[in-house]
């Protein structure tokens, strides 16, 4: 089974602190996807990319930044965490082509205080 | 943009068929229809997918009208494990968007 791992199940920070929340997949999925959680707003795209140091903005990039400097590994860094920025964090991944959709991470929820 | 629209909950007896509805009116000729599931605290889960035809597996059937506006996931005999959130989702190997889903809850 192809697996999709995030570092940490929970995590807790403070305002201003810089964050890294890390994604690690085993099956050579060229494409890798971060997205976070909201209550009542369902699944929203932060970044994703399609190769190696490659990388696209989803629909809300603001206050985050990822790394992707090899295949198997996607980080979502966030430069000065905020309170606004706790969430559950879900990392995906898939080949291009794949008809099988995504293999998503368990999730990381991150709570800032 | 989801492009996709779910009622937000639904409930279903347990054992019954849980029928879940989907509008994607505005879906082109080569997006595909895929329905994942989210349990409560974990990462959302491939269902099933199909583009013009009926499909079937072993965890559920999905029915796509002629003209592919809608469709609508069929879980045949529903357990309590089935209580989720359901995903429905047009996608042609880009970035995937997800709505807010329907959330079912199977009742004894």
Known sequence: ??????????????????VFLECVQDMDHENMFWYRQDPGLGLRLIYFSYDVKMKE??????GYSVSREKKERFSLIL??????Q????????????????YTFGSGTRLTVV | DAK???PPSMDCAEGRAANLP????????NEYVYWYRQIHSQGPQYIIHGLKNNETNEMASLIITEDR???????????LRDTAVYYCIVYNNNDMRFGAGTRLTVKP
């Open chain 2, 69 to 79: 506006k809608s469709s609508t996931l069929i879980l045949p005999h529903a357990t």
């Open chain 1, 79 to 84: 430069e000065s965490a905020s309170t606004n």
């Open chain 2, 4 to 6: 996709t629209t779910q």
């Open chain 2, 22 to 29: 989907c509008n994607h009116s505005t879906i082109s000729g």
């Open chain 1, 86 to 101: 706790t969430s559950m964090y879900l990392c995906a991944s898939s080949w291009t082509g794949d008809v099988y959709g």
């Open chain 1, 1 to 18: 089974d192809v697996k999709v791992t995030q570092s940490s199940r929970y995590l807790v920070k403070r305002t201003g602190e810089k």
């Open chain 1, 57 to 62: 903005k989803g629909d809300i990039p603001e």
